[in-house]
C-alpha cells in the first residue's frame, strides 16, 4: 500500500467488457470541477479477456493508474485491488457506466471536511437524464437483502437533504482510505451484490457516519449486466450474500431471532420462484405410486437453496470475520435500526411467496424482537441542530424513550440524523399519505401542533394517541394576529381553536406543561365532553386523561466548550456584567421595557450589556415578528445598540446553546400581563435553571410564581422600568443576593430535568391504553404502509354536540354558504391522504 497523499481523491473504476464506458468516464474525470493535481484515477482492467487492457493503455497513456487482473474478481475484488494501488486520502468508487456531476468530488469533500467521524460519504445518483432516483438513500430487510427506497421515483429535488444512511451505493461513493483499510475494504467472498451494504453497516458498527451528501451528485446508465449470463446466477449471488451480511454483522441476541427465519425466507423464494404449485409430491401418503427418481428443477429455483450450501460451506471463514467484527463493534443493532429504515419489506412479489412471508413473520415474532414497543413522535419544527420549543421537546422525548422502546421521530419540516439512537424521517404536510408508512410502523403515536389535521391516517389508525398539548397555540394567535384586518385575526384564533378541538376530542392522554394550564385544558376538554362518567369512573382526578408534563432540562451539567461572547462579541468584555434574552423575541413578550431598564441601569454601571440570543427562528415558516422590529429600532434610538445591546441575527445551535448560557450572569424574560401569558410556560427560563443563573422575569405566570416562591431572583410587574432596573442591578452587583439566586436555582432545577418530567409519558408507553371513553369500532380500513388499521371514534354524542353547535356558529355569522364551505372543507381534510 502506497503513502496515502493528503487531499487526495483516488477514484476507483473497475473494467469488465465494457471499455466505451470507461473510456467516457475517465474524460468526464478530468473535466471535473477539482484540482486535477489532487486526482487520481486507477482503472482495473478486471479479467475482460479481450483487447480492453491494449485499448485502456492507448487511450490513457500514463495519465491514469492502469492495473490489471488476469481473472474477474467481481466488483468486490477490482475495487479492492484498486485501492491497493491508490495514494489518495480518500477513494471514490464509481461505476464505469456512471457520469458524476461537475462538483461530485469537490461536495463530497467538503462533508468529509465537516466532521472526523465521518467515515464515508454517499453521493446522490439519478437515471442518466437526471429525472428519475437511482439512490437517495439506504434501507435493509430484517433478512439482510439491502434495497435502496424511491428508487425510480421522479426526483424533483425530494431528496436534498443531508443526513446519515446505512449504506451508500458502489455506484457512486466515497471512503476515508483509512477507515477503507481498518474495515479491510469489501468482504471479496461477495464477488457482487450486497458488497456496499456489507461495507456501509461494517463502516456504522466501527462508529463512523455514512453521511449522505445530495450535492455529490451522479447520473447512472442501468446497464442489465447480468441478463446475458442468466438472472439465476444473479439470485444466487444476492441470496447468498444476503445471508452473509446477516451472519457477519446482527448482535449474536438478533442473529438468534432472524437467521432462522431469513432461512426459512429463502427457501419459500426458492419454492414461489419454481412454480412449485404441488407441495404434496413428496407426502408417501398422497404420491401414490410415482417412483420416478428424477425431476426437472428450474436454476432459479436451485438459486436459493445453492445459496444456503454456500452459507454452510463458508461458515468456517465467516466465523471468523464476524468475530472480528462483534469484538471491534462501537454501535449496537439498537443504535443502527434508526438507519435501517423499514425492515418490513417482502421485495418479491411472489403470491405464495408472500403467503408465507406473513406466517413466518407472524409465527416467529421476526418483527417483534425485544419486545420493544414502537413510538412515533411527530414534531411541526425542524429537527437538527438548530431547534426551537416543540422540536426540543420533541427530540428529548424520543431520546427518553428510545431507551426501552423502538422511536421515530417524524418531523413534518425537515429533520437530519446526528446518530442518535433512534430514527429520524421527514413527511411533507403537502403529501398526507407519507405519514401513512409511520402510522403503520407505530404502537403509540405522539403528537403535537396541527399534525392531527394534516394527516387524517393518524387519527384513523387507531393507534393510542399521546396528544402534547403544552403550547396553547389558540392563545398564541392572539397576540400574534393582533395587528392583522380582524376577518384575518378571527379566522387565525377560530382555526388554531379548531384543530386543538380536534386534537381534545381524539387523544387517548394529554399533555400540559403546568398546573395552570391543566386547570384550563380540563375546562376544554369538559367543554367537548370529554369529562363524563367513562373518564371521570376510571380515574376521578383525571389524572390518567391529562398529565402536567413541563419542559425540562438535562440531567447533566452544562459545559462551557468555547468562547461566545465576552471578548468575541465586539463590545462585550471579560468583565462586563451579561444579561441574557434566552430566545426568540415573540409579540407577546415585552423586551422594550427591558431594553429601557438596561438603558437606564447603564447610566450608573457602563459594563452592563443585554444580549438577546436569537431573532431568526429555525422554522422558516415563523418570520420575524414586530416585537422585534420595535426592539431593534428601540435599542438604535437609544444608542444602546453594539455596546450595551446586542442582538444575534440567527438562531443558536441547540448543543451550543450552554456556552451563551455559562458566559452570562442573569437571565431574563419580560412579558405582557394577558391571557397568553397567563396559561404560558417560558422554555427559556428553565434553560436558566440548567446553567445556574439567577433569573428576573415579569409575573403573571407560571415561572413568575415559581421565582418568586422559590426565590429564583426576582419577580416584577409587568411594564415596570423602574422595579426591572432594580430587580437586574440587584442580581448583577449584590454578590449576596446573586449567591443566594444561585443556590435556590441548583436546588430548584432537579425537579425539571427530562427523565423526571417525562416520567408519565414513560409510565403510558409502558402499559399504553385507550381512553376509557374510546370505543374502537371497525368503520373504515386505512392502509398505513403495510398494515390495515381500525379506526376509533370517540362516543358520538361530544363530537355530534359540537359540530351542530358549530354549525349554528357559522349559519348566525356568515350565512348557509359559509357552513357548506366549513362542511366542505372537513370532508377533504378527511378524506386526505385515503
Same mark, same amino acid.
Given at each position: ?13 473497475v ?34 479477456g479481450?483487447d ?12 491514469v493508474?492502469?492495473v490489471?487482473?488476469?481473472k ?25 457506466d ?71 451505493t458502489?455506484?457512486? /461513493?466515497?471512503?476515508?482510505a ?51 449470463f ?16 446477516l ?12 437467521l432462522?427465519?431469513a432461512?426459512?425466507?429463502v ?19 398422497k404420491?401414490g405410486?410415482?417412483?420416478?427418481p ?6 432459479? /429455483? ?40 423499514? !425492515? ?10 408472500l403467503e ?29 441542530a ?14 427518553i424513550?428510545?431507551?426501552d ?6 418531523? /413534518? ?6 446518530g ?12 398526507p ?12 403515536i405522539?403528537t403535537q401542533?396541527?399534525?392531527?389535521s ?11 394517541? !399521546? ?5 396553547p397555540?389558540? &392563545?398564541?394567535?392572539?397576540e400574534?394576529?393582533r ?20 386534537? &381534545? ?27 363524563n ?10 389524572e *390518567? ?14 459545559t ?11 463590545g ?7 444579561i ?6 415573540y409579540?407577546w ?7 429601557h ?12 450589556r ?8 429555525p ?5 420575524? /415578528? ?6 431593534r ?8 445598540t ?28 419580560t412579558?405582557?400581563?394577558h !391571557? ?6 417560558r422554555?427559556?427560563?428553565?434553560d ?24 429564583? *431572583?426576582a419577580?416584577?410587574?409587568e ?11 440587584t442580581?448583577?452587583?449584590?454578590p449576596?443576593?446573586?449567591a ?37 369500532e ?6 398505513? *404502509? ?16 359540537r ?20 362542511v366542505?372543507a ?9
Amino acid at each position: 500500500m502506497s503513502k496515502r497523499k493528503p487531499g487526495v481523491v483516488s477514484v476507483v473504476l473497475v473494467n469488465f467488457r465494457g471499455t466505451d464506458d470507461t473510456i467516457s468516464a475517465v474524460r468526464g474525470l478530468t473535466e471535473l470541477d477539482w484540482p486535477q493535481d489532487r486526482l487520481e484515477i486507477v482503472v482495473v482492467e478486471n479479467g475482460s479477456g479481450d483487447d480492453s487492457m491494449a485499448r485502456l493503455k492507448a487511450a490513457f497513456g500514463g495519465s491514469v493508474v492502469l492495473v490489471e487482473s488476469k481473472k474477474n474478481l467481481g466488483f468486490a475484488g477490482g475495487s479492492n485491488l484498486g485501492v491497493a494501488k491508490s495514494s489518495g486520502e480518500y477513494v471514490a468508487f464509481l461505476n464505469n457506466d456512471a457520469r458524476p456531476d461537475s462538483r461530485w468530488i469537490a461536495e463530497a469533500v467538503k462533508v468529509f471536511q465537516s466532521g472526523a467521524d465521518v467515515g464515508a460519504v454517499a453521493s446522490k445518483v439519478l437515471d442518466w437524464e437526471g429525472e428519475e432516483v437511482d439512490y437517495v438513500g439506504s434501507a435493509i430487510t430484517w433478512f439482510g437483502m439491502g434495497y435502496k427506497p424511491h428508487a425510480g421515483e421522479r426526483d424533483g429535488g425530494r431528496w436534498d437533504d443531508p443526513r446519515d444512511v446505512l449504506f451508500g451505493t458502489g455506484a457512486a /461513493m466515497f471512503v476515508r482510505a483509512e477507515v477503507f483499510e481498518a474495515l479491510k475494504g469489501f468482504d471479496e467472498r461477495y464477488f457482487m451484490f450486497y458488497e456496499d451494504v456489507d461495507l456501509g453497516w461494517r463502516l456504522n458498527l466501527l462508529g463512523y457516519r455514512f453521511a449522505y451528501a445530495p450535492t455529490s451528485l451522479a447520473f447512472h446508465k442501468h446497464h442489465a449486466s447480468m441478463e446475458k449470463f442468466g438472472d439465476f446466477h444473479e439470485l444466487y449471488l444476492l441470496e447468498r450474500n444476503a445471508l452473509f451480511t446477516l451472519y457477519k454483522n446482527l448482535e449474536d441476541e438478533q442473529l438468534k431471532h432472524w437467521l432462522a427465519a431469513a432461512l426459512m425466507l429463502v427457501v419459500r423464494r426458492a419454492t414461489g420462484r419454481g412454480n412449485v404449485e404441488d407441495t404434496d409430491k413428496f407426502d408417501l401418503r398422497k404420491s401414490g405410486a410415482d417412483k420416478a427418481p428424477e425431476e426437472t428443477v428450474s436454476r432459479r /429455483m436451485l438459486a436459493g437453496f445453492y445459496a444456503i450450501d454456500r452459507l454452510v460451506e463458508e461458515l468456517p471463514g465467516l466465523d471468523g470475520a464476524r468475530a472480528e467484527i462483534q469484538t471491534s463493534r462501537q454501535r449496537s443493532d439498537r443504535q443502527l435500526l434508526g438507519l435501517f429504515g423499514n !425492515i418490513d419489506e417482502p421485495a418479491y412479489p411472489i403470491d405464495s411467496y408472500l403467503e408465507g412471508y406473513r406466517s413466518i413473520v407472524s409465527s416467529l415474532g421476526v418483527l417483534d424482537q425485544h419486545v420493544r414497543r414502537r413510538i412515533l413522535i411527530i414534531t411541526g419544527d425542524p429537527v437538527g441542530a438548530r431547534m426551537a420549543g416543540p422540536a426540543i421537546r420533541a427530540w428529548n422525548m424520543a431520546r427518553i424513550l428510545s431507551k426501552d422502546n423502538d422511536v421515530r421521530l417524524v418531523s /413534518m419540516n425537515s429533520a437530519v440524523h446526528r446518530g442518535e439512537p433512534f430514527e429520524i424521517a421527514e413527511v411533507s404536510y403537502h403529501r398526507p399519505s407519507s405519514m401513512n408508512p409511520h402510522v403503520g410502523w407505530a404502537d403509540v403515536i405522539i403528537t403535537q401542533g396541527h399534525a392531527l389535521s394534516l394527516f387524517p391516517a393518524l387519527e384513523k389508525s387507531g393507534k393510542y394517541l !399521546i396528544v402534547d398539548i403544552y403550547d396553547p397555540m389558540h &392563545l398564541e394567535q392572539l397576540e400574534q394576529g393582533r395587528e392583522k384586518p380582524l376577518s384575518q385575526w378571527t379566522k387565525q384564533v377560530e382555526e388554531a381553536n379548531e384543530s386543538l378541538n380536534h386534537q &381534545l376530542e381524539v387523544g387517548d392522554f394529554f399533555l400540559c406543561a403546568s398546573e395552570r394550564q391543566r386547570s384550563f385544558w380540563l375546562g376544554q376538554l369538559a367543554s367537548l365532553g370529554r369529562v363524563n362518567p367513562f373518564t371521570y369512573g376510571q380515574d376521578n382526578d383525571l389524572e *390518567g386523561l391529562l398529565s402536567v408534563v413541563p419542559f425540562g432540562i438535562p440531567s447533566d451539567e452544562p459545559t462551557h466548550t468555547r468562547a461566545v461572547l465576552r471578548d468575541v462579541v465586539p463590545g462585550i468584555g471579560a468583565d462586563d456584567k451579561v444579561i441574557i434574552w434566552g430566545g426568540g423575541i415573540y409579540n407577546w413578550f415585552d423586551p422594550e421595557t427591558l431594553i429601557h431598564a438596561v438603558a437606564r441601569l447603564a447610566e450608573r454601571h457602563s459594563d452592563v450589556r443585554l444580549f438577546f440570543l436569537g431573532t431568526q427562528h429555525p422554522n422558516p415558516h415563523v418570520p420575524e /415578528m414586530r416585537a422585534a422590529i420595535a426592539a431593534r429600532e428601540l435599542a438604535e434610538e437609544l444608542g444602546l445598540t453594539g455596546t450595551h445591546v446586542f442582538f444575534n441575527d440567527t438562531w443558536v445551535a441547540y448543543e451550543e446553546r450552554q456556552n451563551y448560557l455559562l458566559e452570562a450572569d442573569l437571565g431574563v424574560s419580560t412579558h405582557f400581563q394577558h !391571557i397568553e401569558t397567563t396559561y404560558s410556560f417560558r422554555t427559556r427560563i428553565l434553560d436558566y435553571l440548567w446553567a445556574g443563573l439567577p433569573i428576573v422575569t415579569t409575573g403573571g405566570d407560571s415561572f413568575g410564581d415559581l421565582v418568586e416562591a422559590r426565590e429564583l *431572583g426576582a419577580s416584577v410587574a409587568e411594564r415596570d422600568i423602574a422595579a426591572l432596573e432594580t430587580a437586574l442591578e440587584t442580581y448583577l452587583y449584590e454578590p449576596e443576593a446573586v449567591a443566594t439566586a444561585r443556590a435556590n436555582v441548583a436546588e430548584a432545577r432537579r425537579a425539571f430535568e427530562w427523565e423526571r418530567v417525562l416520567a408519565p409519558v414513560v409510565e403510558f408507553c409502558v402499559k399504553p391504553h385507550r381512553a376509557p371513553d374510546k370505543k374502537p369500532e371497525p368503520v373504515e380500513a386505512v392502509k398505513a *404502509g403495510k398494515t390495515v388499521a381500525v379506526r376509533a371514534r370517540v362516543p358520538q354524542y361530544s363530537g355530534l354536540r359540537r359540530d351542530l353547535g358549530r354549525a349554528v356558529y357559522y349559519l348566525r355569522n356568515g350565512g348557509a354558504r359559509v357552513v357548506v364551505g366549513k362542511v366542505r372543507a372537513r370532508i377533504t381534510r378527511r378524506n386526505a391522504g385515503q
